[in-house]
């Protein structure tokens, strides 16, 4: 498909999109994301901060895009953040690159050309599906930066015996270890769920001594404001004689994938391979909702070897994600931007 933006069957619309509108522009997406939910952004960003586009082909979605924007105050200049975005890959067609370089062709005219801001993109393409796109960025002038994300992504296609049968050995070993102590698994996406997911996590977080770097608060409030083709799946694990859970897991659901969002592991859990069992419940539930991957939101041996370890059990396949891409009209902008960071740190 050839596409121009000064064409007559193209239409960009910008902050036009109602909350209900953009809840069911998301469900047309397979690439879609939590991280473009229209809760996410409101939670985590605030309101006041979002800015949505879409971007129209003969009346139709084709690609769409939430963007939080700050603005360096007394100055034209500040930034447009777009992460896991732009989506551009409908369920109903197939994936055409030429969506995706108008979509960042439209997002550099609103918000580096019209705006003066800074545009900052962290991808949803993983590289070795979508080897066509990289180059894209290059063509429009984006410069790559910082450090490539790296994940790790289970297909979860295979029915399950093959899955299992896949799974590392030691892997495996814990998993029937679990098997054996008659774990009780239960979904409990409500208020409740939460608040045991937060109990089991300020343990794991005591015991661990370390700085987490996510709040589990922020995906309670979110659940409530979520459409329910795109809540939060929380799964509890429970042992014969404890009343109380004693290890959760909860992921986030968006076109064919599901990210595993955060994970709470008791002392209790530890010893009876608690997290073993609520993964392999998970799996299979996100087979049977007809989930293609399960993302298990980052992968770095070097940093965090014993998470690497776990994850590398699942026998998925190690992928990368290009990016994070800038660009900017604006010389001010630029400039701006890496002072605020810079002090920042």
């Known amino acids: 498909m050839s596409l121009s933006l000064d064409s007559g069957d193209l239409r960009v619309r910008v902050d036009q999109t109602d909350p209900a ?15 473009q939910s229209r809760p996410y952004g409101e939670v985590r960003w ?44 409908r369920k109903d067609r197939p994936a055409d690159p030429a969506v995706l370089k108008t979509m960042l062709a439209a997002m550099q005219r609103e918000y580096c050309d019209n705006r003066g801001l800074l545009l900052r993109i962290l991808p949803n393409l993983p590289e070795a599906f979508c080897e066509d796109c990289r180059p894209i960025f290059s063509e429009l002038g984006f410069e790559e930066k910082g450090e490539i994300y790296r994940t790790i992504l289970l297909n979860l296609e295979p029915p399950p015996e093959t899955l299992r049968a896949n799974l590392t050995k030691r892997w495996r070993r814990q998993l029937n270890t679990a098997d054996k102590n008659a774990l009780r698994i239960e979904a409990a996406c409500d208020e409740a769920g939460f608040a045991a997911f937060q109990a089991l996590f300020d343990e794991m977080v005591a015991r661990k001594a370390f700085d987490p770097g996510m709040d589990p608060q922020d995906f309670r409030k979110m659940q ?3 459409p329910e083709s795109q809540k939060l799946h929380l799964l509890l694990c429970y042992s014969e004689e404890d009343p109380q859970p004693i290890a959760a897991i909860f992921c986030g659901l968006g076109g064919d994938t599901a990210i595993y969002l955060m994970g709470a592991t008791g002392d209790k859990g530890l010893s009876l391979r608690g997290s073993y069992a609520l993964h392999w419940r998970m799996i299979n539930w996100l087979r049977e909702r007809g989930i293609t991957w399960y ?51």
């Open 21 to 35: 509108q953009w809840d069911l522009l998301l469900d047309l997406f397979k690439d879609a994301s939590i991280y």
């Open 46 to 89: 605030g309101k006041a901060q979002l800015s949505r586009m879409v971007l129209e082909h003969q009346d139709q979605p084709v690609a769409i895009a939430q963007l939080r924007i700050v603005k360096v105050p007394m100055v034209k200049a500040g930034i447009a953040y777009l992460r896991w975005g732009p989506i551009w890959q």
């Open 224 to 226: 409530p404001l979520l």
């Open 295 to 345: 993302d298990l939101n980052g992968y770095n041996p070097d940093k965090n070897p014993g998470t690497a370890t776990f994850k590398e059990g699942f026998s998925g396949v190690d992928t990368r994600y290009p990016g994070p891409y800038e660009y900017a009209s604006s010389a001010i902008s630029r400039a701006a931007i890496a002072i605020m960071e810079k002090i920042r740190g």
